[in-house]
T-cell receptor, first 112, second 114 residues
Framework: QQQVKQSPQSLIVQKGGIPIINCAYE??????FPWYQQFPGKGPALLIA?????SEKKEGRFTISFNKSAKQFSLHIMDSQPGDSATYFC???????????FGAGTRLTVKP | DAGVTQSPTHLIKTRGQQVTLRCSPK?????VSWYQQALGQGPQFIFQ???????QRGNFPDRFSGHQFPNYSSELNVNALLLGDSALYLC?????????????FGPGTRLTVT
């Protein structure tokens, strides 16, 4: 069922660094690409999302870069903080569908 | 404004039993989707409800069933529990139509089957 591949599986950066998490999708019908942040014992929280008609979107310290031809998108976290330590999931869905396909997740650790 | 709420928080059941999980969507949302998240994995779509009907279904057996009530709240029922059903069950709500796709998740119900 997995149609979204996410890498890396885990990532460790120093405070202030810029972690980058990458995702690749297969289904060209996908047209909505959100990123979620999940802390242990909590549900995923929607961070930022992008549609394929733009190549980049910024919200605060979070930026999505989107490459439609390569069927890839990535999350960049600027000036990362220890409080950003969490698991990040990319996802994709197609118009009219609530069936979001999630990546396997990236466990981010930001060291102080 | 309350977000998505789920109950109970934790649940322990025995193999073969039945379980019911509950979800109240975020105010203003009329669709509810259910996801299963196994440990260390991303959520997997079970089904979606809108206007009290199941609209979409993922690759889950019919032991998994649901219901949506007129106030948009929803239940997930799982019959004949298997050990492999142990997971975090997430409810997500969102608006229907208008070109809006976002879904907001609740805190989940941790189900343990022994």
């Amino acid at each position: 069922q997995q149609q979204v591949k996410q890498s890396p599986q885990s990532l460790i950066v120093q405070k202030g660094g810029i972690p980058i998490i990458n995702c690749a999708y297969e289904n060209t019908a996908f047209d909505y690409f959100p990123w979620y942040q999940q802390f242990p014992g909590k549900g995923p929280a929607l961070l930022i999302a992008i549609r394929p008609d733009v190549s980049e979107k910024k919200e605060g310290r979070f930026t999505i870069s989107f490459n439609k031809s390569a069927k890839q998108f990535s999350l960049h976290i600027m000036d990362s903080q220890p409080g950003d330590s969490a698991t990040y999931f990319c996802a994709a869905s197609r118009q009219g569908s609530r069936d979001m396909r999630f990546g396997a997740g990236t466990r981010l650790t930001v060291k102080p | 404004d309350a977000g998505v709420t789920q109950s109970p928080t934790h649940l322990i059941k025995t193999r073969g039993q039945q379980v019911t999980l509950r979800c109240s969507p975020k105010s203003g949302h009329d669709t509810v989707s259910w996801y299963q998240q196994a440990l260390g994995q991303g959520p997997q779509f079970i089904f979606q409800y809108y206007e009290e009907e199941e609209r979409q279904r993922g690759n889950f057996p019919d032991r998994f069933s649901g219901h949506q009530f007129p106030n948009y709240s929803s239940e997930l029922n799982v019959n004949a529990l298997l050990l492999g059903d142990s997971a975090l069950y997430l409810c997500a709500s969102g608006p229907y139509g208008g070109g809006r796709y976002e879904q907001y998740f609740g805190p989940g119900t941790r189900l343990t089957v022994t």
